[in-house]
């Protein structure tokens, strides 16, 4: 009803297989737009379960698509009727990494490695709380409201950054970053030239293969999930520092 309501000419999905399915059923045509679909995702989850039948269905509602465009990072399969391989989209910094570190009142002589940390998604309820032990070298800028303090000097900053920032001018203006790995992060550290330390993922099937696609085009490490409740994160951040990979063009 929406789509006719509004006299749409097409749909452009990131990357639910219900709009799809609803282009179809008004015959406009749709395009996917993502490094994965999750019918792919879900696949290890459901597969010979009692929800087998999601798995299907999301295949056949993507298959109604004409096009599914493939951002990198994502496995090459598809279950539209036809895909191609698209170029990296990423966010893009518009504020210089000096001017980030003046409009947080970092001091210009602060000779620290900036760390910006943004687990991105995870809901702290049940935590208990971190300490972050050592790291006399690095100055942290945690994002987001989580049970982590530091034994240095940090800044907290909320999701919602202030006006004058971007996540992107974060990215950019630090040495490196701490992470949840995801497409977005991912494409973004690339894009920047940007160290990663990757918190581990686990039963997510797209960490492995974005994990090898960052340690392909840019220093990376990872951090167990038991060493970063830990707060035991020192060397997971200097490895990604001392790592020679270099950055793709």
């Known amino acids: 009803d929406v789509l006719k309501r509004f006299k749409c000419a097409g749909v452009v999905s990131d990357i639910p297989a219900l709009p799809v399915r609803a282009a179809a059923n008004v015959g406009i045509p749709a395009v996917g737009l993502s490094n994965f679909t999750w019918d792919w995702i879900l696949e290890p989850l459901f ?36 895909s191609e391989n698209a170029p990296l989209v990423s966010r893009v910094a518009s504020v210089l990494p000096t001017e980030v570190r003046k409009r947080l ?8 490695k900036l760390v910006v940390v943004c687990p991105g998604g995870w809901e702290p309820e049940g935590w208990d709380a971190i300490q ?12 987001g409201k989580l049970p982590i ?8 900053l909320p999701h919602n950054l202030p006006k004058n920032l971007s996540f992107p ?15 977005g992060i991912a494409s973004e550290c690339v894009t920047h030239k940007t160290p990663s330390v990757l918190i ?13 696609w960052m340690r392909k ?21 200097e490895q990604a520092l001392r790592r020679k990979t270099p950055c793709a063009d």
């Open 47 to 82: 597969e010979g379960s009692k929800l087998e039948y999601i798995l299907k269905q999301l295949a056949a509602d993507y298959s109604r698509g004409q096009l599914h465009l493939c951002l990198p990072f994502g496995p090459s399969t598809s279950p539209f009727a036809y």
């Open 217 to 237: 085009y840019g220093p990376c490490s990872e951090i167990s999930l038991k060493d970063f409740f830990s707060g035991l994160w020192e060397r997971s951040l």
């Open 105 to 112: 009142n970092i001091p210009i002589h602060d000779n620290r």
């Open 200 to 212: 581990e993922r686990p039963s997510f099937r797209e960490t492995p293969i974005l994990t090898r």
């Open 169 to 183: 001018d974060l990215v950019q203006a630090a040495d490196v970053l701490l992470t949840k790995p995801g497409y």
């Open 132 to 143: 972050v032990r050592g790291c006399d070298n690095f100055h942290f800028i945690m994002v």
């Open 149 to 156: 303090s530091f034994d240095g000097p940090v800044l907290h």
